[in-house]
């Protein structure tokens, strides 16, 4: 059974706000464009489309990063009351993260939540059985949102295996959206449970 902590962390009320209303942006769009016919805005859909998958992933990718940092600074705090040794600590946990310059993607998310201590993934597919699809869903998205930022679509073998049935369409980039709000709960829930044993209380 999915248990949420009740109290988010700052990442997640971020993400459940000020991100939701960037993407919501893409979708009033989505509105004003659909009046007319033709293909002019088939183009213009089409393009608002790959802006909207780029920004759902970049939305997420940010609020990685965030919970990463957020867990990071509270794992610090308890190291020592020096705070020459707590920034140290920090910057070791926190430099040259794959979350600051790729994707927020498993391997990524896995490595990068490594450095604290926490096998990720694991703690996710134990947390929910849904996870698994969600995880999925977010290499998905990510396979698309590389392709539209570099405009190479020439997948690889594993890459169209793995997006195999999917468009860069508007139900598919709601798919993928509705993926990552739910994994975002469960990032911050596990992330958060995980901190709290390490520290001995509850980070947020």
Not at 8 to 29: G, I, V
Not at 56 to 79: G, I, N, P, T
Not at 90 to 106: E, F, I, Q, V
Request: glycine letters at 6%; aromatic letters at 8%; one cysteine or more.
């Amino acid at each position: 059974m999915e248990q949420i902590d009740a109290m988010p962390s700052k990442a997640l009320a971020h993400w459940q706000a000020t991100s939701r209303l960037k993407l919501d942006e893409f979708e009033n769009a989505h509105i004003s464009v659909s009046g007319g016919g033709g293909r002019g805005r088939r183009y213009a859909t089409e393009q608002l489309n790959h802006a909207y998958l780029v920004g759902v992933a970049a939305q997420f990718q940010r609020f990685c990063r965030d919970l990463h940092s957020e867990a990071s600074q509270h794992l610090a705090a308890v190291v020592a009351m020096n705070r020459d040794v707590q920034t140290i600590f920090l910057s070791a946990l926190t430099t040259g993260r794959k979350l600051d310059a790729g994707n927020a993607h498993p391997s990524s998310l896995g490595s990068d939540f490594k450095r604290l201590g926490i096998r990720l993934n694991e703690e996710l597919h134990a947390a929910s059985r849904l996870n698994r699809r969600r995880l999925l869903r977010l290499e998905q998205l990510n396979v698309w949102r590389n392709a539209i930022a570099h405009q190479d679509f020439n997948f690889s073998i594993e890459e169209q295996n793995l997006i195999r049935g999917t468009q860069p369409q508007l139900r598919f980039v709601r798919t993928w959206r509705h993926g990552c709000n739910e994994l975002a709960e469960q990032l911050d829930s596990v992330v958060g449970a995980y901190v709290s044993r390490v520290v001995g209380t509850p980070p947020w």
